[in-house]
């Protein structure tokens, strides 16, 4: 029901990607804004690769607009993330040490205490490098590698992350090593492994855990690592 006031609508789809065309498709059809803007925010991953991101793109499209989608990844707004471009670009002591010349490897680490503890069933069917790595972990690593950008307008600061990712080598596997966290004790608690967790298929091959080695084929980041580390159920939350 919308009374006589402009009722704008926002849509959050927290929810598993192979939901969110249903959800969007019944939210336009039933649930749209009749006197003002109809929005949706869509949360990571955006497909498995770029096939099933374009599809995932065309689909969305059959019922709304490109300026009504807004794809997000919320660590771009956690605190420590939004202070990285004021730390580098408003501080005349850290602009001239951030290269090579200075920083021999740069470490990106996520790292959580718990597992998927009953919510396995998203997770599985994507895995810690496409749930961590090549979304929230990327972002980061683009943010921090960029050049400079012309101002701090979205545009701009994603023009000089999309430099930074097309300068980057492809990954080898030999870079790269997978993990999936066992049955563990701590404090006295004995805590499931993954394929024990009832949403987790069994013998399940997902990886909870990923390393890789990522370089920069640019001036100022040739021959520096950029380590990505992420996995679930380690010893801390970081
Ligand atoms: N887990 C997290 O902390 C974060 C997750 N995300 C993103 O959020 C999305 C969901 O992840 P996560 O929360 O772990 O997933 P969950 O599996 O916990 O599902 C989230 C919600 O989706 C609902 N849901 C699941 N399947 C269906 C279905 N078939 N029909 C209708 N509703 C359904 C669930 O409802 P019900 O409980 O009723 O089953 C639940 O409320 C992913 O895109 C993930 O990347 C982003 C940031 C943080
Ligand atoms: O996007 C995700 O992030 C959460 C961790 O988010 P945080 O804000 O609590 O650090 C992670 O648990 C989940 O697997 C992933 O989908």
Same mark, same amino acid.
């Given at each position: 029901?919308?009374?006589?006031?402009?009722?704008?609508?926002?849509?959050?789809?927290?929810?598993?990607?192979?939901?969110?065309?249903?959800?969007?498709?019944?939210?336009?059809?039933?649930?749209?804004?009749?006197?003002?803007?109809?929005?949706?925010?869509?949360?990571?991953?955006?497909?498995?690769?770029?096939? &099933?991101?374009?599809?995932? $793109?065309? /689909?969305?499209?059959? !019922?709304?607009?490109?300026?009504? @989608?807004? *794809?997000?990844?919320?660590?771009?707004?956690?605190?420590?993330?939004?202070?990285?471009?004021?730390?580098?670009?408003?501080?005349?002591?850290?602009?001239?040490?951030?290269?090579?010349?200075?920083?021999?490897?740069?470490?990106?680490?996520? &790292?959580?205490?718990?597992? $998927?503890? /009953?919510?396995?069933? !998203?997770?599985?069917?994507?895995? @810690?490098? *496409?749930?961590?790595?090549?979304?929230?972990?990327?972002?980061?690593?683009?943010?921090?590698?960029?050049?400079?950008?012309?101002?701090?307008?979205?545009?701009?600061?994603?023009?000089?992350?999309?430099?930074?990712?097309?300068?980057?080598?492809?990954?080898?596997?030999?870079?790269?090593?997978?993990?999936? !966290?066992?049955?563990?004790?701590?404090?006295?608690?004995?805590?499931?492994?993954?394929?024990?967790?009832?949403?987790?298929?069994?013998?399940?091959?997902?990886?909870?855990?990923?390393?890789?080695?990522?370089?920069?084929?640019?001036?100022?980041?040739?021959?520096?690592?950029?380590?990505?580390?992420?996995?679930?159920?380690?010893?801390?939350?970081?």
């Amino acid at each position: 029901m919308q009374g006589p006031r402009v009722s704008n609508h926002l849509f959050y789809l927290s929810i598993p990607p192979n939901i969110f065309l249903d959800v969007v498709k019944c939210a336009s059809k039933s649930a749209s804004s009749v006197s003002g803007w109809t929005r949706v925010i869509v949360e990571k991953p955006f497909g498995r690769d770029s096939e &099933s991101s374009a599809a995932l $793109t065309k /689909g969305l499209k059959q !019922y709304l607009t490109e300026d009504q @989608i807004f *794809r997000i990844d919320h660590y771009l707004g956690k605190e420590l993330v939004e202070n990285l471009s004021v730390l580098r670009f408003s501080n005349l002591v850290f602009e001239p040490l951030w290269s090579r010349q200075y920083i021999r490897n740069v470490q990106l680490i996520f &790292s959580e205490d718990f597992g $998927t503890e /009953g919510r396995g069933g !998203y997770f599985d069917s994507y895995g @810690i490098i *496409r749930d961590i790595m090549q979304n929230h972990l990327l972002q980061i690593l683009a943010l921090f590698a960029m050049e400079t950008p012309i101002s701090l307008e979205a545009e701009d600061i994603r023009n000089e992350k999309v430099k930074v990712l097309r300068s980057m080598k492809p990954l080898r596997l030999e870079d790269v090593v997978i993990g999936q !966290y066992k049955s563990h004790t701590k404090g006295g608690i004995t805590y499931p492994g993954y394929t024990e967790d009832k949403t987790v298929p069994k013998g399940s091959l997902t990886p909870t855990f990923a390393a890789a080695a990522l370089f920069i084929n640019n001036a100022r980041w040739d021959g520096v690592p950029f380590l990505m580390k992420a996995g679930k159920a380690l010893h801390t939350k970081q």
